[in-house]
């Protein structure tokens, strides 16, 4: 599990869900010639080599010269977005935007911004539009898919292989649209289909560990225990710390009573996922009828453990999320209480502590919050969210060289972090913003 960015005032609000992100890069359009048009293209060169930080330096320098260039604003964007700024490459896209209202790239961007959120429904408009814009961009079909296909209705997985056919209509090399076109027709039990599919993927990409993945359990469903372990041995052959493909060619072996071979993958997969109640069941019944009662016990109760503290954690994670719901609708008495009843059942529930530090600003007790976001720093001291607000904390309780020290070392950890920055002026110039509670602006 991941943690979702939601930012309230000037603090940082996490709760948590799951998240990826994708770097999708077409190109600029063409600008004029001259000093800063070279300029630009060094920057461009390394956005497409993926040299984030040189990319965002040199955009910032080209809009130095020129700030009305949306090329660059574009550009600047991507590379924020991609070192983990998601609030500063929001702003320069909505700048390419106002500077030019066809640039369907700062749509798409700001699509994956709102996915990363959780804000489904903005990432479903910014990719509606930018396929009013550029009808043919298959990747935003793709993503456009994606999205779909999380939905809980059988009309979202209708519209979401309708998504991936046409992505695939667009360009019929994409390997990851032919994968994700399997897996919707898999779901709907089109298995000749969805074989088809994952098999232009692999095609494709000879190297799709998780196209493989995909077929070998297909394949066991549809009785073809054979060629799902050969799938599934190609997949943890290109790549040998897949957890979930151990599991899973374990279990094949296991059903076909290949008890050593079952052994061998159910404990390499222990061994990735320590903390995976199923892969220790499954080694405990293997162990079991290999006849090692006594490790296949051992195995079976950690299994039970590990199955109870996940009951625990789960308890734990709807209690901050209920939190975070009340601190949204301004209740940070009862956000309080949920909180502190997750760390009751999670000691070490950083975020939960992290959340607390939000509770206590919202009531104003900066120096209680204070010792939270130090709490939670001393499980994640690199996270430069959990600096920015700590000081914060210490700037709104008067403390402002703790407050300056805080700023410093989250641009340090984040040399683009835009609110870091425009923190540590504030304290330079001796202002003090008077706290925001939840969902002012």
Known sequence: MKCLQRFLGRLVLICT????????????????????????????????????????????AVLNADPTSATSHLGLGIALRMSGDDVGAAREFQETLRLNPRAYEANFNLAKIFMNEGNLEEARRELLQT???????????????????????????????????????????????????????????????????????????????????????????????????????????????????????????????????????LN?????????????????????????????????????????????????RNLNNDAVDLLRKHEPISAGEKLRKAILLKPDYTIAYYNMGLVLAAEGNYQEAINEFRTALKSQPDNPEFHLNLGRAMQFSGDIRGATSEFQKAIALKPDYAEASNALKEVGTGQNTPHLSPGEK
């Open 17 to 60: 869900v799951g998240l990826g992100t994708a770097f999708a890069f077409t190109g600029f359009p063409q600008s004029g010639g001259g000093q800063v048009a070279q300029e630009e293209q060094r920057a461009e060169f390394d956005l497409r080599q993926q040299n984030f930080t040189s990319a965002a330096r040199e955009f910032r």
């Open 131 to 265: 396929l009013q814009l550029r009808p043919d961009y298959a990747p935003a079909h793709y993503q456009l898919g994606m999205l779909l296909a999380k939905g809980p209705q059988k009309t979202d997985t209708l519209e979401a292989r309708v998504q991936f056919e046409q992505a695939l209509r667009f360009n019929p090399d994409f390997a990851e649209a032919h994968k994700a076109l399997g897996d919707v027709l898999a779901s709907t039990l089109d298995f000749p289909r969805a074989i088809d599919q994952f098999q232009a993927a692999i095609r494709l990409r000879p190297n799709y560990p998780e196209a493989y993945y995909a077929m070998g359990m297909l394949l066991q469903q549809s009785g073809e225990a054979s060629e799902a372990i050969t799938a599934m041995q190609n997949a943890v052959t290109l790549k040998s710390d897949y957890a979930e493909a151990r599991l899973e060619l374990g279990t094949f072996y296991l059903k076909q009573k290949k008890l050593d071979s079952a052994i061998e993958e």
């Open 268 to 316: 390499r997969a222990v061994e990735l996922t320590p903390a995976s109640a199923r892969a220790h069941y499954l080694l405990g019944r293997a162990l079991a009828l290999k006849g090692d009662t006594h490790n296949s016990e051992a195995e079976f109760q950690e299994s039970q453990k590990l199955q109870h503290q996940t009951e625990v954690d789960s308890q734990a």
